[in-house]
């Protein structure tokens, strides 16, 4: 994988950037829609690439281990070939999903202990054995093994965690160096920074992360209930610490005027569900603000959905259409909401690109915030 | 409307013929995909010109009655516009779901009382009222008001039924030829046979039917649970009776087999739930026989789901992807799935079509008929 600054923004840290992998190019700032069980929900790959321009998609560890399973997965020739998807991916550790999914699930230094939330069977995530499972799935960017820890969280369990999390880097970095890609291409490894909203912890962490050299960092454990405010400044915090020349994934987050925040911040890279979770609940977010697409205001409005966006939903089916399918739960308004949604997103972070290279971001994304976040 | 005949059969009662609307051409035979509520089941419009080939899609007056509500689809300017569906629309009298779907109705002569299966609110269809809602959904082939027997059905129930539905049918044209279509293009209307399994009363009410003169002309409360032969025999029995030279819609039905059987007895029009409602419980139609995607055996097969065809989704996506996501209950699976089934449907009886042009139907259909039947 390699990284390259294209141009950064002077009133701001925000940086135009491309990283470069065997699977093809990621123009940053990107937004990754998340393909959960090795599926962006009620989303064709065609329409991936055709109608959201997704240039990387995210697949959940702890999801594709379950089902799928990795027999399956290995047998295919990797998650690329199981999907179809032939552009980057990158997958999450797992942990988050145990922690937020799994019954019964007990962590020691060794590694996570607990159930599935599918059929009960017990299993064991080890750093060691997350990084296999990442190798079999074939993720171009795979994720360190890491505790997520929960909102709010105090002192003395902040820091032992980052601690354990710290422990479990070391390990992932040792058998992923020690381990080779099995299907030709290469894999890279983002450890990821934790410390809770502590600052202290969070600057130990940064620098702890910083100084392993990986080729790209992730910030987790944010967007987990804190306020926004200190979001965005954890997230300060850590930019200012990671290396400059290396991509930086602020994982979970968030809104549009989030990742906006975010990208001014320096964050190069964006993965949330609330594009395809709230479309599935009629929450739109467009270039002139959010709708509710369920509202009694909107059942005959017969406009296009968005006809500032250029794609085929936006402009084929009307705000009224989609109302009807939304409120009859017909699977043809989930459908529609995710690709308008994640077209949006995606959409956003390519403008926020253009401005940062045409030298006014800080002026588009302080208006453009505003516009996002109004409630129509 | 107009129906002429292409070509016919010399083995069997099957031709092949072309409907014209003001919405386009039909070619019959000729599947048309059900879309309940203004929408086909977790398929894009786009997807319903592009990957299955529709010619004409089904609209539910019940449900389109209840959801979004006959104000929104006349201030859209009708069902074309509100969904975007720009080629013929039938819509069926809403009769059969008021006796499936609604609760507590109640018939008399004048009509049926009952209530929304949805909010329980009470409502009344009539004859005169089922043209006005049909008048006002802007279907290109409006349904008479009928009662749909059930089976087994008692000589007695039966007969009287069948009274109640002429002279249904009779206040309908009254009110259907002293009323206007609202949105410029022409509307036309079928009347039903009905009569159970009775051959007196079935060839009664063809005869009814046929006496009536309209443009088409269509067979109900068959599919409803009879015995396949009685179906058929009926069918039968009736086609011989409706006029030659207009076209003749076989409600409801059915399989694959079902289909090519009835196209062998003369019927060129046919609807079913079957290709979508099955689709999403993973049970795929195939030009080599009926796969249940569910089972274990296919769980490694990376084959495209049906290489014999020649769609996206038969050859971008694989039997265990397909599978994988039906089991997760992924939406993506019904949308493949759904796509797979109704073009698979389209090609069957467009296939039907060449081979009656081509001149040797009766031969194709019958080897056909075992392949699409096999369990694979």
Not at 17 to 29: A, K, N, Q, R
Not at 55 to 69: A, C, D, E, S, V
Not at 220 to 236: D, F, R
Request: net charge negative.
């Amino acid at each position: 994988m390699k990284f390259s600054i294209d141009a950064t923004d002077d009133k701001s840290h925000a940086r135009a950037g491309l990283i470069t992998t065997d699977h093809g190019d990621i123009e940053t700032p990107i937004f990754m829609p998340v393909g959960t069980a090795g599926t962006v929900k009620a989303v064709h790959q065609r329409e991936l690439l055709d109608d959201i321009h997704a240039q990387i998609i995210l697949g959940n560890t702890y999801h594709l281990f379950l089902r799928p399973g990795l027999d399956i997965i290995e047998k295919a020739g990797g998650l690329h070939k199981f999907n179809g998807w032939s552009k980057p991916i990158l997958t999450d550790s797992g942990g988050y999903q145990v922690y937020s999914l799994a019954e019964k699930r007990k962590i020691a230094e060794s590694g996570v202990k607990f159930q599935s939330h599918i059929d009960g069977t017990k299993y064991e995530f080890s750093p060691e054995r997350v990084m296999d499972i990442q190798r079999i799935i074939g993720a171009d960017i795979m994720m360190a093994f890491d505790e997520c820890t929960p909102y709010p969280c105090d002192y003395k369990y902040a820091m032992d965690s980052m601690g354990l999390t710290h422990r479990w880097l070391d390990r992932c970095i040792r058998h992923f160096d020690n381990t080779e890609a099995n299907y030709g291409f290469s894999q890279t490894l983002f450890p990821i920074v934790q410390g809770s909203t502590y600052q202290d912890l969070r600057q130990q962490s940064a620098e702890y992360i910083a100084g392993k050299g990986r080729e790209g960092n992730a910030i987790g454990g944010l967007s987990v209930g804190e306020p926004v405010e200190e979001m965005y400044a954890m997230t300060e915090l850590v930019c200012g610490i990671l290396p400059q020349d290396k991509p930086r994934y602020l994982m979970g987050v968030g809104t549009p005027a989030n990742i906006l925040e975010s990208i001014k911040l320096g964050v190069d890279m964006f993965d949330c569900v609330m594009p395809t979770r709230n479309a599935r609940n009629g929450m739109l977010f467009t270039s002139d603000g959010i709708i509710n697409i369920r509202n009694e205001k909107w059942k005959d409005d017969f406009s296009p959905i968005d006809s500032n966006m250029p794609g085929y939903v936006d402009n084929f089916y009307s705000k009224a259409y989609l109302r009807h399918l939304i409120i009859a739960k017909e699977i043809l308004g989930a459908q529609i909401a995710s690709i308008h949604n994640l077209s949006f997103y995606v959409w956003l972070v390519q403008a926020a690109r253009n401005h940062i290279k045409k030298g006014d971001f800080s002026i588009w994304a302080n208006q453009m915030i505003k516009k996002v976040t109004v409630r129509l």
